[in-house]
């Protein structure tokens, strides 16, 4: 994964464990508040990938259907573990299993023996790995191997629904996003750079007010000193959702610097070439 996001900047997936020190796909929010069961849809995944282990956010859609980024299922070795729980660990280790063959990623037997949800991903199939902006297409999906019966899926906003947000509404408009990763905040001790924390690992939202509109990606301003949001995104968050008006409408795909204080790129997914997909996958729009 790192050799092919080293392309632009923060890309919202994390190696498990790190810090982000280097350009990794992304963190968790910055600034924003814990999420507790403010958003029991949103869960975390964990995958190999033949670079290493990482984890992204993604929203249950479906009974059987979390959407997320595609540079979060694109390269997925084995099955994809999946938890909804809000906090997975206050501080080092995490809880989460070792497959018992990375080079082949995690089995569905290992993962529910573990107490882990399974699925298996798939990336969208016009996803141009971030090499054409006007096809950006970064939305991926993972079918659970089971349903989920206890939580009430996302709904999806409709078709066009963020095209009634162009500036300079878009600038007023407040958009929630919602992940799990690392903090940017002061170490405890040591050097006092406000840097991506791995711990605690929760899920977090912050609020966040519009920026810029094109035909695929939501860009917002991610920063915690905007007096008109919360925070933003950051490493871990990729895949992650962004709501308004009661739907999401969009995945969080990339980031512009490394202590996530700028701006957010989201993949919108109210769009039809991404919906028209996830029609395939029995995703209910709208």
Request: proline share 8%.
């Amino acid at each position: 994964m790192r050799n092919r996001l080293s392309r632009i900047i923060g890309v919202c997936a994390l190696a498990l464990g790190l810090a982000a020190s280097s350009l990794v796909p992304a963190s968790a929010i910055t600034g924003g508040q814990p999420d507790g069961n403010a958003h029991p849809n949103v869960g975390l995944i964990l995958f190999y990938q033949p670079d290493g282990r990482f984890r992204c956010t993604a929203t249950l859609v479906s009974p059987t259907v979390l959407v997320t980024a595609a540079h979060c299922t694109l390269g997925t070795l084995g099955k994809t573990l999946v938890t909804f729980d809000s906090v997975i660990a206050q501080q080092p280790p995490s809880p989460f299993p070792v497959a018992a063959d990375p080079a082949k990623g995690y089995t569905q037997a290992e993962l529910e023996k573990a107490g882990y949800k399974s699925g298996t991903a798939y990336a969208h199939p016009k996803y141009s790995d971030f090499t054409d902006l006007a096809n950006w297409n970064d939305v991926g999906v993972i079918v659970l191997d089971r349903p989920v019966t206890n939580i009430a899926p996302a709904k999806i906003a409709p078709t066009n629904y963020l095209n009634a947000y162009q500036q300079p509404k878009l600038n007023s408009t407040i958009f929630r996003s919602v992940g799990y990763g690392t903090e940017v905040r002061k170490a405890d001790s040591g050097p006092q750079k406000p840097t991506p924390m791995s711990y605690p690992l929760l899920r977090r939202w912050a609020d966040e007010p519009g920026q810029k509109l094109t035909p695929q990606i939501l860009q917002v301003n991610g920063n915690e000193h905007d007096n008109r949001g919360t925070g933003g995104t950051c490493f871990g968050d990729s895949g992650g959702p962004t709501f308004h008006g009661g739907y999401q409408v969009t995945v969080t795909s990339y980031g512009y610097t490394q202590n996530c204080r700028y701006l957010d790129g989201l993949q919108r997914i109210d769009i039809k070439v991404v919906q028209d997909w996830l029609k395939t996958f029995g995703v209910p729009i709208g």
